[in-house]
């Protein structure tokens, strides 16, 4: 029996390295300088450039306009992160509530509607959706960034899941205390639905921070650049360049990963709880 | 549906208008519009279009460029689902059991899953760099001279390899989740039955995890289809020329690079088309041959 432990534990080391070892080498290539990595490598040790490096890459002003800091990258992140994730819960959350706690005509229709935009993705229909969104005027704008990725059903089916295992006494117990839509809603449902608006608030703000083709087609102004889109930036800057930054390109994506993973490793069982439920 | 419901005249539809809007301005009218040109050939310099009918679609399916690219979309798509879908159930059905470190091991190897794919190609593409990248020296050591960026068939590993690699949480986090909801006395009861461990993993845990493993099956394929657009173009850095691309690249070449809007159009729709036959592939053929508990 012990032999076999032993085997199942050096399976999961052999993955755990696999998984965690490349972050470890480009966090800690970060800290060494530019000519360093180009004589020595990448690095397993404390490079010691940790505070210059990470310094200039949040504040010096870099692009083509020259006036897009990785600070201002990070705000915009934020804003797509934090803007996705409470809109995609309040749009879900109403929806959810009128299709399983009110009876009309058209509910069904609406359902079926909603279902079917899990049928396609976003990246099908990139063309004509940056067409729609250039005939709105709103490239190069924080509506124009977030919303339209707020045209998928994913949330309102974990919210219609969640409603439907909402015992139904306590919505009789409400009217007969004579609650209307309105305060059932506001006092009854989302007090009960806190973990549940947790779960999804992490995986959508993991999902939003991440976002990439969306954001490289609707931002041509670097001003409106986030950290995941700005990536590629650093790289076409390398091109043609003797010594390319290689610790600078590393910083920024420790940067681009950090709050994520932050998020993920702190909530994890909030994140778990959104993960799996939310995607059946 | 609530056996008690309200009712209202006009409650729910104000209730649904803002995700309905959204869903009208931002999904329907995109979708038909990408419907509608792709039976058109746009003019280049912005003067009108004309009807082409099935044109566009012929020259995307009859140009070898085009087949050359979806084959290699289904080799990549069929190898990253393999291997993450593997890679992950091994791990999750080692995490599941030992007894000791648990935990510690699921913490350590769920956090990847929130590295975003651009970030994972960013990195990929300083491990296999040509002066400085770790795999090229490794891979050097067997006499194997990898030029990702340069030479197609590496780029292809070196994009299979961090596609993979992102993937892998996602499989063993479902997997593991669905591991641990098979009932205690159901595993008693098959180890007293059975003392290899091989053998009840066959007969046992993976028909009881088939639900959780064909859900996978789909996600992954989606996710090899689409949601590698950041890592290929993190990877290929806009010179697609000699280099591997999906068709969802393509697409986006074509309609954004090439300007070629019927054409992009037209490889939408049959992407639209794929989409559509793998959900109902995974509502109707998958699901009835699948135990549930």
Redo the contacts between chains.
């Keep these: 029996m012990n032999r076999?432990?032993l085997f199942?534990?050096l399976?999961?080391m052999l993955?755990?390295f696999?998984?965690?070892a490349?972050?470890v080498?480009?966090f800690m290539?970060s800290t060494h300088d530019a000519a360093d990595?180009?004589r020595n490598?990448?690095s397993l040790t404390w490079g010691g450039n940790f505070a210059e490096t990470y310094n200039t890459v949040l504040t010096r002003k870099g692009g083509f306009t020259g006036e897009i800091t990785g600070a201002r990258m990070i705000w915009n992140s934020l804003i797509l992160g934090v803007g996705f994730a409470a809109g995609k819960i309040?749009?879900?959350m109403?929806?959810a509530?009128?299709?399983?706690?009110?009876?009309?005509r058209?509910?069904t229709l609406?359902f079926w509607?909603?279902f079917t935009?899990?049928?396609?993705?976003l990246?099908?229909?990139?063309?004509?959706?940056?067409?729609?969104m250039n005939k709105?005027s709103l490239t190069n704008t924080y509506t124009g960034l977030i919303?339209?990725l707020?045209?998928?059903a994913t949330g309102?089916f974990f919210f219609r899941q969640f409603f439907?295992s909402v015992p139904?006494e306590l919505?009789?117990a409400a009217?007969i205390d004579g609650a209307g839509?309105f305060k059932f809603f506001i006092d009854v449902l989302v007090p009960l639905s806190r973990t549940m608006i947790a779960a999804i608030f992490i995986i959508m703000f993991?999902y939003g921070?991440?976002?990439?083709?969306w954001p490289?087609?609707m931002t041509t102004d670097e001003r409106f650049f986030t950290l995941?889109r700005g990536?590629?930036q650093?790289?076409?800057v390398w091109?043609g360049s003797n010594i390319p930054d290689?610790n600078e390109?590393?910083a920024l994506?420790i940067l681009?990963?950090l709050p994520?993973?932050m998020?993920?490793?702190i909530f994890?069982r909030w994140f778990?709880k959104g993960?799996?439920e939310s995607?059946? | 549906?609530?056996?008690?419901?309200?009712?209202?005249p006009f409650?729910?539809?104000l209730?649904?208008a803002?995700?309905?809007a959204?869903?009208f301005?931002?999904?329907?009218?995109?979708?038909i519009?990408?419907i509608q040109?792709s039976f058109y050939l746009e003019d280049p310099f912005g003067f009108g279009s004309t009807f082409v009918g099935l044109s566009n679609y012929s020259d995307a399916l009859g140009s070898v460029q085009y087949q050359s690219i979806a084959r290699f979309t289904v080799v990549f798509t069929a190898l990253v689902t393999f291997l993450s879908l593997g890679?992950g159930m091994?791990?999750a059905v080692?995490?599941d059991?030992?007894l000791k470190?648990s935990s510690t091991?699921k913490?350590?190897?769920?956090?990847?899953?929130?590295?975003?794919?651009?970030?994972a190609?960013?990195?990929g593409?300083?491990?296999f760099d040509q002066?400085?990248?770790?795999l090229v020296?490794f891979a050097a050591l067997f006499g194997w001279d990898m030029k990702v960026g340069l030479n197609y068939n590496d780029t292809a590993i070196a994009m299979i390899i961090v596609s993979v690699?992102k993937q892998?949480?996602?499989n063993f986090?479902?997997i593991l989740?669905g591991l641990q909801s098979i009932p205690a006395s159901v595993r008693e009861a098959a180890t007293i039955d059975c003392r290899s461990?091989f053998r009840r993993f066959w007969t046992m845990t993976l028909p009881l995890l088939a639900p959780t493993a064909f859900?996978l099956l789909i996600?992954n394929m989606?996710y090899a289809?689409?949601?590698t657009?950041?890592v290929i173009?993190?990877m290929v850095?806009?010179k697609a020329a000699n280099n591997p691309i999906t068709l969802?690249y393509k697409?986006?070449m074509d309609?954004?690079r090439g300007n070629d809007?019927g054409g992009?159009?037209a490889q939408?729709v049959i992407?639209?088309i794929v989409?559509?036959v793998l959900?109902i592939f995974q509502f109707r053929f998958i699901e009835r041959r699948v135990h549930y508990n």
């Design positions: 076999i432990r199942d534990h399976v999961l993955g755990v696999v998984m965690v490349p972050v080498v480009a290539t990595i180009h490598g990448l309040v749009l879900s109403l929806a509530y009128a299709i399983v706690y009110f009876r009309f058209l509910g609406f509607m909603i935009t899990l049928l396609l993705p990246e099908v229909r990139i063309v004509p959706s940056y067409e729609v709105l919303v339209p707020l045209a998928s309102t439907k139904e919505l009789e009217r839509p993991v921070w991440n976002q990439y083709l490289t087609l995941v990536i590629k650093i790289l076409l091109v290689y390109a590393f994506a681009a990963m994520p993973v998020i993920v490793l994890q778990i993960l799996t995607d059946k | 549906m609530k056996r008690v419901q309200f009712s209202s409650l729910p539809y209730f649904l803002p995700q309905m959204i869903i301005v931002f999904f329907y009218w995109p979708s519009q990408a040109s890679i091994l791990l080692k995490a059991a030992v470190g091991y913490t350590l190897l769920i956090w990847v899953y929130a590295i975003a794919p651009p970030v190609g960013l990195m593409m300083m491990f002066h400085i990248g770790p020296k690699w892998i949480p996602y986090i479902f989740s461990g859900f996600i989606t289809l689409f949601d657009f950041g173009d993190v850095k806009d969802v697409v986006y309609g954004f809007l992009s159009s939408s992407l639209m989409v559509f959900t």
